[in-house]
């Protein structure tokens, strides 16, 4: 059955939540207080529109608020960049420890829902909340929303597409680029979850620019309301 023929039950993730440093680990970050208050930490504004956002639909959020400088829960075990520099040296046991303690269950968890919803004859679109820095290595991201896809995936292609649209013309002033400022394909939970679940399965990756949470809250009350209600709209378009 065609993803686009069955219901979508929306679930909603955010895998940089927050910048807590588990009790075990935090001799680890003495001196490093600093760099955990900063996009480096964790994804600023993310965790508040997450929850607005599960509201709104009515969804589930699966939140994660350990901060991504001790294991980032938006890579795959084993690839070169989940550990960061301030725990890349710690030994084997020790990182295994990490992903068992933090990276596994919040998988687990969002994996069983998906497959529960698609087991109850539903499509899954899985919305994850994220925010991206302003300005990275001297350069300056414009972009107000970053809407990410498998662009080989038909029913996530339409589904941006239908979201962009909408969002545009309730906001003509917002920049909403697709696919940046990251690709939709890359690794991540979104492209893990494609691969185990090859059909009724939407992955979606939410990128907001921090910079109105930083320099406007009004501005970025506005942006997050306006994203939400045009994803609704996209929704009871589908």
Same mark, same amino acid.
């Given at each position: 059955?065609? =993803? ?6 929306? *679930? ?7 910048? %807590? *440093?588990?009790?075990? !680990? %935090? ?44 294991? &980032? ?17 710690? &030994? +084997? =046991? ?16 969002? @994996? ?9 004859? @539903? ?15 001297? @350069? ?8 990410? !896809? ?15 649209? &909408? ?14 400022? !990251?690709? +939709? ?6 492209? !893990? ?6 059909? =009724?399965?939407?992955? *979606?990756?939410?990128?907001?620019? @921090? ?28």
């Amino acid at each position: 059955m065609k =993803a686009e023929s069955r219901k979508l039950k929306a *679930i909603v993730t955010c895998e940089h939540g927050g910048n %807590r *440093i588990p009790t075990p !680990y %935090r001799e680890l970050f003495k001196g490093h207080e600093a760099l955990l208050a900063t996009h480096r930490g964790y994804d600023l504004g993310a965790l508040g529109y997450a929850r607005k956002l599960a509201a709104r639909l009515d969804a589930p959020l699966y939140s994660a608020t350990t901060s991504r400088l001790l294991v &980032d829960l938006n890579r795959t075990p084993g690839h070169p960049r989940i550990f960061s520099e301030i725990t890349r040296s710690l &030994d +084997g =046991a020790a990182k295994r420890a990490i992903l068992a303690k933090v990276h596994t269950p919040h998988w687990r968890t969002v @994996q069983a829902a998906v497959q529960e919803s698609l087991a109850a004859g @539903q499509s899954v679109l899985h919305i994850a909340c994220h925010s991206f820095t302003p300005v990275l290595d001297g @350069q300056v991201r414009s972009m107000d929303v970053g809407l990410l !896809y498998d662009p080989t995936r038909k029913a996530e292609r339409r589904f941006c597409d239908r979201w962009k649209t &909408d969002l545009a013309a309730r906001t003509p002033a917002l920049r909403v680029r697709r696919n940046a400022p !990251y690709k +939709g394909a890359s690794d991540g939970l979104a492209t !893990y979850l494609r691969r185990l679940f090859p059909k =009724a399965y939407l992955g *979606i990756e939410l990128e907001l620019n @921090q910079r109105d949470f930083i320099e406007n809250r009004a501005r970025w009350r506005a942006l997050t309301t306006a994203v939400i209600e045009s994803l609704a709209a996209a929704l009871r378009g589908g």
